[in-house]
């Protein structure tokens, strides 16, 4: 219609003057420093370490609570039979021989519990019953014999008799030199190593030392219970993270 200010339907909207020559508006980010990325990268590798700990202290703790129930909370009355070693000695790179002839190394034992005995080859009756108890302790465990290996440390070269094979055939025996074994395992006062036994742990440390027992007539009864009960509550004190066999 003549004089009429509408648009016709279509028609494109009217830019305002100017509005077509105004620059674009863009956000600029800074890159960051060498200073500033290398920071970074630090924290990131402190955390990276922290979490590492964290989940190295978590799998840890079931070893530090049983070895804290067992050596610090102790019940009134309770005491140990065998000698606490304090510090620990852990396996040494000590080389075995055994009856077969396999070479090898004593750390190769870590993963279970150790009970040892240390005589020379010939073996003469006292041996013999240090054995025999060893056997009878193992056997004594029940479901949990399978976590300890009793061995025998033979410090010599003297022949093993055949008749004696037959008694130590899940016995774990071992020719070792006798001078470098002696700056390991270390008897009592007054005594040889030959008369006591000793306790390793599955982590590979020498923790206890059992008093000579009398083996001069027959095994010490009284005694052979004592160190029952100990082996018994090690078994306890490590039940949630010492598994049968070694890993």
């Not at 000695?89 to 150790?114: E, F, I, S, Y």
Request: charged fraction near 20%.
């Amino acid at each position: 219609m003549s004089g009429s200010n509408s648009s016709r339907p279509g028609a494109p909207a009217v830019q305002p003057p100017g509005a077509l020559d105004e620059p674009l508006g863009l956000t600029v980010h800074s890159l960051p420093t060498p200073q500033e990325a290398i920071g970074g990268e630090a924290q990131r590798t402190v955390r990276g370490r922290w979490k590492m700990l964290a989940v190295l202290l978590v799998c840890a703790a079931p070893v530090i609570a049983s070895y804290f129930t067992y050596y610090v909370v102790r019940p009134e009355g309770r005491r140990n039979y065998g000698e606490l070693i304090d510090p620990q000695r852990p396996l040494p790179a000590l080389p075995t021989v055994a009856l077969d002839g396999t070479a090898g190394q004593l750390p190769a034992l870590k993963g279970q519990w150790l009970l040892i005995s240390v005589a020379g080859g010939a073996c003469d009756a006292t041996c013999e019953k240090h054995l025999y108890l060893q056997r009878q302790l193992r056997e004594g465990l029940g479901k949990d014999k399978d976590r300890l290996d009793w061995v025998w440390l033979v410090p010599d070269d003297a022949p093993v008799k055949p008749e004696l094979r037959p008694a130590i055939q899940q016995a774990t025996v071992l020719r070792v030199d006798a001078a470098r074994l002696a700056q390991w395992l270390v008897p009592g006062p007054g005594r040889a190593l030959r008369d006591h036994l000793y306790v390793v742990d599955p982590l590979g440390n020498w923790m206890m030392r059992f008093p000579a027992v009398n083996l001069d007539a027959q095994v010490d009864t009284a005694s052979a219970a004592k160190i029952k009960r100990d082996l018994e509550r090690l078994m306890r004190a490590s039940a949630s993270w010492d598994q049968v066999g070694r890993p």
